[in-house]
Nanobody
Framework: EVHLVESGGGLVQPGGSLRLSCAAS????????MAWVRQAAGKGLEWVST???????GYADSVKGRFTISRDNAKNTLYLQMTSLKPEDTAVYYC?????RGQGTQVTVSS
C-alpha cells in the first residue's frame, strides 16, 4: 500500500524559506515520478513541481526559480525547498504518486 507522509510546513514571513519533506513507503520509490501539488483555501489543486525517476524536473511558472524539488532514493524521501515565499504560496502542500496523495502539510506565508 502506498503511504506518503508530508512534513515541514509552518508559518513563515514573506521572503522566507521552508523545506518540505515527504516520506514514502509501500512501493519502489526510486522507480517512480513524484510530484508536489498544493491547494489554497477555497481553490482547486494546483500542480507545483515534478521529478522523474532519473532526476528530471519540471516547475509551474508561479514557482520557477524559487522552488527546488529533489529526491533521496536511499531514504525514500521527496523534498521541496521553497525560497522567496509569497503570501500567494499559502496552501496545503501534498506529495503525490500517480493519483495518491499524502495528508498534506500547511504552509502559511504571512507577516
Amino acid at each position: 500500500e502506498v503511504h506518503l507522509v508530508e512534513s515541514g510546513g509552518g508559518l513563515v514571513q514573506p521572503g522566507g524559506s521552508l523545506r518540505l519533506s515527504c516520506a514514502a513507503s509501500g512501493f519502489t520509490f526510486s522507480s517512480y515520478t513524484m510530484a508536489w501539488v498544493r491547494q489554497a483555501a477555497g481553490k482547486g489543486l494546483e500542480w507545483v513541481s515534478t521529478i522523474d525517476h532519473s532526476g528530471g524536473t519540471g516547475y509551474a511558472d508561479s514557482v520557477k526559480g524559487r522552488f527546488t524539488i529533489s529526491r533521496d532514493n536511499a531514504k525514500n524521501t521527496l523534498y521541496l525547498q521553497m525560497t522567496s515565499l509569497k503570501p500567494e504560496d499559502t496552501a496545503v502542500y501534498y506529495c503525490q504518486k500517480g493519483i495518491t496523495r499524502g495528508q498534506g502539510t500547511q504552509v502559511t506565508v504571512s507577516s
